[in-house]
C-alpha cells in the first residue's frame, strides 16, 4: 500500500513537472489553458500534502487532544463547533473576493508565465503558510484578532502598527475597488442598468427575508438571482433604448459619485434593508459562477493567445508602469498572498474550528483554492488576442483617446488590432467601445464570455455571458465596498468612542453618520483622484493597494515568526521568515520606485513635479505628493515593527528575555473524533 | 448522499440559516418574524476579503 502511494505521489509529482515545463519553456507557439490546470493542480497536490504536513507537524505541532476555543467557550453564537467541512466553505467564501480576479488579469500585460508562477509559488509557499499559521495561532489564543496577538506578542508599537495597516488598507482597498466599478462600467448602460437595479432587487429580498419567510436566506437569494437574470437580460432593451438608455449612461465622474452615495448609504442603512441581502445575493453568485468557470475552462480548454512573457517586463507597460520586479508581486496580491486574509483566520473562522487539525484543511486548503481562482482569471485574460487585451487594457492617456489612434499605438508594440475589430467585439458584447476600459474588470468578462460563448449558446449569446461576467464581478465588489465601509465606520466609532463615549455607540445615529461620511470621505478621496488622473487611477491606486496589503501580509508574519520564536521553535521560524523576507524586499522596493522613481508614469512624486512643470492642475500635484507621503508612511510603519519584531526575537533566542507564552493553557478535548 | 448533506449544511452555514437556527435554540424562541428581526439586529458585519 506504501509504495504505491509512493508511486502516486511521483507520478503527481512528475505530471506536474511536466506541466510545468511545458508551461515554462514553450516560446512562439500557443499552449493549450490546461497545462496551467495541470500544472496549478499538481502543484497544490504536492504543496498540501508535503508542505503543509510539515508546517502541521514541525512547526505548528497541532494537537489533535487539545479543546479549541470553539469547544470551550461554545456560547451558540460566536463559538460554535461547527464541521471542518463547514468551515471550510465558510472561510473560502469569505477570503475570496474581486483580487484574485482583477490583479492577475493586470498583471497579464507581463505574459501568462510570470503571474502564474508567483500565484503557485507565492500561494504553496506564502499565502496558504500565512493563512493556517494565524489560524492556528488564533485558535490557541481564544480566537484572538491578528491586532490584538501584535499587541500581546510585540507590544503597543505591533499592536498600533496593526491597527493602523488595516484602516489604511481597508481606505484603499474600498478605493481601489470603487475605481474597478466605475471603469467597468462607463458609458454601459446595459451593465449601470443591470446593477443599479441589484440595489431594489436588495431591498426586496430584505423586506421578503423579514415580513414573508423570515430565516430563508437560500430560497431568497435563488429568487434574487432569477431577478437579477431578468435584469441583465432587461439591460438589453435598455440600452437600445434612446430615451431610457440615457439616463444610464454615465461617464467616470457620475458612477464615482452615485458609488460614493451609494457606500453611504449601505454603511448608514439598517443591516437587514441592503447590506445583508446583497452580501447573500453576492455570496451565491460568487459560489455559482467560480465553479461554472472552472468547469468552462476544463470543459472548453481554450487557447492561451498571449505569449509567456511580453516585452513590458521592461517597465514600460501600458496597462501599469513597473518592471516586473517587483512590481508583478504587488500587482497579485490575493492569489499569492494577502495581508487581508490574515484578518479573516483571525476573525470569525477559528471561533468556529473544532479541532486543531482541521486548520490545516481550512487555512491551507481554502488558500489553495482561493489561488486557482487566481489561475482561472489568469486563463480569461490570456485567451484574448493580446491586441486586444491592450485595447481594453489601455488607458486612453497611453494609447489615445481615438479608436484608430490607440489601435495602431498597440499595433505599433507588437500586438496587432484593427478599430474595425475592436468595435465588432463591442458590438457583439452590447457596448459602445472597448477601448480604454482599464480596471481589469472589462478584460475578465470578455475573456470569460469568450470561454463560455464557445460552448453555451454560440456568439448570438456572447453579450448576455459579458453583463452576466461583468454583473458577477461588480456585485462582488459592491459586497466588499458594502462591508468594508461600515467595519471601517466601526472601527472608527471604537477609536473615537476613547475620546468621547458617545461617538462609540454604534446604534447611536449622529455618530453612525458622521463616521459613515468620514469613511465614505476618506476612500471616496483617493476615488475621485483615480477617476481624474490622466494614466487612468489604476496606475497609481493599484500599486498602492498591493503595498499596504503585502506590508499587512508583513506584519501577520512578523506576529507569526514572533510567535514561533519564543515558542522556542527557532529553527522552523524560516517557514515564516522566508516569505516575509521575501514581502519585506518587494514592497519597499516597489514603495521606493512609486515614491522616487523619476519616471512619471512610475514614481508619485516625479509626476507631480511633471504636472507642476507644465503648469497643469495643482489638484493632480498634490494627490501625488499625498499617494508618495501615504506610502511613505506605510513603509515607516512597518519598519517600526521590524525593528520591534527583531528586538523580541533577539531577546528570545540570546535568553536575555523569558519568554512568555500567551497561549491559552492546555485543555483536554471532550469531542468525539469526527469521521470524514 | 453524504456529499449533498455536507455541501448543504455548507450552504447553510455560509447564508447563516444555521446561525438563525442557533439563535433561535439559544433565545428559546421560534422561528417568525420577531425573533429573526432580533436575530438581524445582533448579525455582524465580517469583512470580505479583496
Redesign the interface.
Known sequence: MRGIRLLLWVGIALFGALAFATVALHRGEQINALWLVIAALCTYAVGYRFYSKFVAAKVLGLDSRRATPSERLE???DF?P??K??????HF???????PLVGPVLAAQFGYLPGTLWILIGAVFGGCVQDFVILLFSVRRDGKSLTEMAKQEIGRVGGLVAYASVIAILII?LAV?ALVVVNALKQSPWGTFTIAMTIPIAFLMGVY???LR?????ET?ALGFVLVLLAIWGGQWVSLHPAVGAYFTLGAPGLAIAIILYGFAASALP??LL??PR??LS??VK?GTIALLAVGIVLMHPTLRMPAYTRFIDGTGPVFAGKLFPFAFITI??GAI?G??S??SS??TPKLVRREPETRMIGYGAMLCESMVAIMATVAACVLEPGTYFAINSPAGIAGALPEKAAAAISSWGFPVTAEGMHRLAESVGEMTLFNRTGGAPAFAVGMAHIFSSSLGGQAVMALWYHFALMFEALFIL??LD??T??GR?MLQDALGHVWRPLGRTGWYPSALATSALIVLAWGYFLWQGVRDPLGGINSLWPL?GIS?QLLAAVALCVATTITIKARRARYALVTLVPLAWLVVVTFTASWHKIFDPDPRIGFLAQARQIAAAGGNARLTFNNQLDAVVTAILVVMVTLLLVESARQWMAALSGRKLSSTTETPFVATRLVEEQ? | MKGLRILHAILREIFEESAYERFCVREGLGRGRGSYALFLRQRRVGLKCC
Open positions: 456560547d451558540g453564537r460554535v461547527t464541521n467541512w463547514v468551515v471550510f466553505g465558510h467564501a469569505a477570503i475570496a473576493g474581486p483580487g482597498l475597488c427575508l423579514r415580513q423570515p430565516g430563508r436566506v437560500m437569494s443591516v437587514w447590506l445583508a452580501d447573500y455570496t451565491f459560489l496580491a490575493c494577502s487581508f486574509h484578518l479573516i476573525g470569525t459586497t466588499v462591508a468594508g461600515r467595519v466601526f493597494f496589503n470524514g
